[in-house]
Each structure stands twice: as structure tokens, then as C-alpha cells.
């Protein structure tokens, strides 16, 4: 479904109890994925349940308030909406080109943050962040 590739880098915004994120991790043998947990027993849980990969970190955070930089994630999965400031901040920490997945019925919020190339795939919903464009000089 998520089609990675060598040296993704997913940001898993909903990664709860770390089941998910572990069957993601799984299909980036060479890349990263980071998950974001609601409190300190799930932190505990997802890492405990992933413990023996070593490509996947769980942080303490809010979609709203990643704490990662700009332009680093290839991929952004939500199992839930995002508030407008959560999708912004998607935006934000997603690399040129990156894709974000979320639940079909988001489409007019996701053209108003800026993505493009947005696309419905049964239950889930996909939008690009567009390369920015240059000047032609």
C-alpha cells in the first residue's frame, strides 16, 4: 500500500501501542520510521513492541507539534484527521516530494496546506508536497 523504498523516512503520526509502526518498520529494511505516541504507557508499549528493530524510534508528541526538523520525512501515515495546525506541521517536516496518507474525506483541507496530487485509494486518501518552484532566469 505505502509502496517505501530503500531510505524512506515515515513518520507514523497515531502509532498508539507501536503494532502498526512495527508492520510498517518491517517493510524498510534501510530506512526510519519514527511514530508518535499520546502519553508514557503507549511510549512504553510501542517500544517494547518493536524493541528488537533497529529502525524504529517512538517519541512522546502531538501531530501538532512534531519535534523533528523541516523536510525530513518521505512519508506521513494518519490512522485518524488531523486538525488543520496538525496537517501544517506535516507539511513542515515533510521532504520535497514527500506523501501524506490519511482517511479518505480530507481532500479539500489537504489543497488548502498546499499539497498536490491528491488522490483517493479506498479508505485512505494521498497528497504530494510539491518541489518548490523556481524563477526561470
Same mark, same amino acid.
Given at each position: 500500500?505505502?509502496?517505501?523504498?530503500?531510505?524512506?523516512?515515515?513518520?507514523?503520526?497515531?502509532?498508539?501501542?507501536?503494532?502498526?509502526? $512495527?508492520e510498517?518498520?518491517l517493510? &524498510?529494511? +534501510?530506512?526510519? @520510521?519514527?511514530? =508518535?505516541?499520546? #502519553?508514557?504507557?503507549?511510549?512504553?508499549?510501542?517500544?517494547?513492541?518493536t524493541?528488537?528493530?533497529?529502525?524504529?524510534?517512538?517519541?512522546?508528541?502531538?501531530?501538532?507539534?512534531?519535534?523533528?526538523?523541516?523536510?525530513?520525512?518521505?512519508?506521513?501515515?494518519?490512522?485518524?484527521?488531523?486538525?488543520a495546525?496538525?496537517? $501544517?506541521?506535516?507539511?513542515?517536516? &515533510?521532504? +520535497?516530494?514527500? @506523501?501524506?496518507? =490519511?482517511p479518505? #474525506?480530507?481532500e479539500?483541507?489537504?489543497?488548502?496546506?498546499?499539497?498536490?496530487?491528491?488522490?483517493?485509494?479506498?479508505d485512505?486518501?494521498?497528497?504530494?508536497?510539491p518541489?518548490?518552484?523556481?524563477?526561470?532566469?
Amino acid at each position: 500500500m505505502f509502496d517505501f523504498r530503500p531510505g524512506d523516512r515515515v513518520l507514523d503520526l497515531h502509532a498508539a501501542d507501536g503494532q502498526a509502526s $512495527r508492520e510498517m518498520a518491517l517493510q &524498510l529494511p +534501510e530506512g526510519v @520510521l519514527v511514530g =508518535l505516541v499520546s #502519553g508514557p504507557d503507549l511510549l512504553h508499549q510501542a517500544r517494547a513492541n518493536t524493541r528488537e528493530l533497529d529502525n524504529t524510534f517512538f517519541v512522546e508528541a502531538a501531530p501538532s507539534e512534531i519535534p523533528w526538523k523541516e523536510d525530513y520525512f518521505s512519508h506521513a501515515i494518519a490512522r485518524k484527521p488531523l486538525t488543520a495546525a496538525g496537517l $501544517r506541521e506535516v507539511y513542515r517536516v &515533510l521532504a +520535497e516530494d514527500g @506523501l501524506i496518507f =490519511l482517511p479518505a #474525506g480530507e481532500e479539500s483541507v489537504l489543497h488548502e496546506t498546499g499539497f498536490v496530487d491528491i488522490k483517493i485509494a479506498g479508505d485512505w486518501l494521498t497528497g504530494r508536497k510539491p518541489r518548490p518552484t523556481t524563477a526561470a532566469g
